[in-house]
């Protein structure tokens, strides 16, 4: 009896812990790609973070974007960021987002805003004029 009650907790608080990563960040707003790159151009203390692996960045970015990895930004963000700036979240999924975001507000960040449905456009589509996301509808 007393091992089936702590296998179900067990099962329990894992299960929460899956959740977490879609619970909502208090500081954290979601904002269309385009509202983003606004954000990012019209205030000087904001920030463009990218968290995709390097692969993914080398692959496609935003120019003047900042790549620091999920794996890596508990440890050097203070080398590119500061608690004061607007941080402007670019990740490939809303689950990356959320971690960020959630690295981040423990360290003191309270502007943050992460780009809905991000996909950088491919350098064939930039010089036709459109991006991924109009695409795909994102």
């Not at 990895?69 to 607007?86: A, H, I, N, T």
Request: net charge positive; hydrophobic share 40%.
């Amino acid at each position: 009896m007393f091992l089936m009650i702590l296998l179900s907790f067990i099962a329990g608080a894992i299960f929460l812990l899956g959740l977490r990563g879609f619970w909502p960040v208090p500081s954290l707003r979601y904002v269309k790609r385009e509202e983003g790159l606004e954000i990012s151009h019209t205030n000087a203390n904001a920030k463009l973070l990218d968290v995709r692996d390097a692969f993914d960045y080398e692959k496609g970015h935003v120019p003047g974007s900042i790549n620091i990895s999920l794996g890596r930004l508990p440890y050097v963000w203070e080398k590119e960021l500061s608690p004061d700036d607007k941080v402007v979240i670019l990740a490939g999924s809303r689950y990356q987002s959320n971690r960020a975001a959630r690295i981040l507000h423990r360290r003191g960040f309270r502007q943050l805003y992460a780009v809905r449905c991000f996909l950088p456009p491919s350098p064939c589509q930039e010089r036709k004029g459109f991006s991924k996301a109009e695409c795909r509808g994102c």
